[in-house]
């Protein structure tokens, strides 16, 4: 069935560091990708999304792109804040809803950021 | 601000309790969902209704009994629970479901403690 693979955290950056969060997936066809973002004692919030191959989601200064050839949508910031501290996943909903569960969206483990001033 | 909005905020029962969660969208999303998450875990799938039908139960127990009255509001009662149901309950909604292109909506989530 199809999964989502991230690396572990926590991760532990200063303010202005450069932020790669790494994502590998496994899924049949075609499948949309996001990234999820969850701040301390809140909900999980849309960051960004992609729906096909080589598409770049972008917002608030983070960015992933589809690739196909490599199954990954890495999540990058050129510059973090102590606002961006909060723990983040990466998700797909398969093409296929027979081979993806039932259309349901398939979560990484996420991984905890930590930004110190 | 989140536009899934759930009440409460918190809340504290013993094992005894009968107790609600409510959730409320107005985005006109026909998919809502109900998620139970432990801390720094990703979320776990537990209802999916589609147009106001139950359209998956991942086995939950009988102890959580979820409703929707209608497209905009979802319900979850919760009766006889267990020490190990206190966790975050997550809300969401979608545009459809399967939702291929539709990307879930979460509400800030009702924090449970069971004593």
Not at chain 1, 45 to 62: C, E, V, Y
Not at chain 2, 7 to 15: A, C
Not at chain 2, 42 to 48: N, Q
Not at chain 2, 55 to 60: A, H, L, P, T
């Amino acid at each position: 069935g199809d999964s989502v693979t991230q690396m572990e955290g926590p991760v532990t950056l200063s303010e202005e560091a450069f932020l790669t969060i790494n994502c590998t997936y496994t899924a049949t066809g075609y499948p949309s990708l996001f990234w999820y973002v969850q701040y301390p004692g809140e909900g999980l919030q849309l960051l960004l999304k992609a729906t096909k191959a080589d598409d770049k989601g972008s917002n608030k200064g983070f960015e992933a792109t589809y690739r196909k050839e490599t199954t990954s949508f890495h999540l990058e910031k050129g510059s973090v804040q102590v606002s961006d501290s909060a723990v983040y996943f990466c998700a797909l909903t398969g093409a296929f809803a027979i081979y993806n569960q039932g259309g349901k969206l398939i979560f990484g483990q996420g991984t905890e950021l930590s930004v110190k001033p | 601000d989140t536009e899934v909005t759930q009440t409460p905020k918190h809340l504290v029962m013993g094992m005894t309790n009968k107790k609600s969660l409510k959730c409320e969208q107005h985005m006109g999303h026909r998919a809502m969902y109900w998620y139970k998450q432990k801390a720094k875990k990703p979320p776990e799938l537990m209802f999916v209704y589609s147009y106001e039908k139950l359209s998956i139960n991942e086995s939950v127990p009988s102890r959580f009994s979820p409703e929707c009255p209608n497209s905009s509001l979802l319900n979850l009662h919760l009766h006889a629970l267990q020490p190990e149901d206190s966790a975050l309950y997550l809300c969401a909604s979608s545009r459809t479901f399967p939702g291929h292109f539709s990307p879930l909506h979460f509400g800030n989530g009702t924090r449970l403690t069971v004593t």
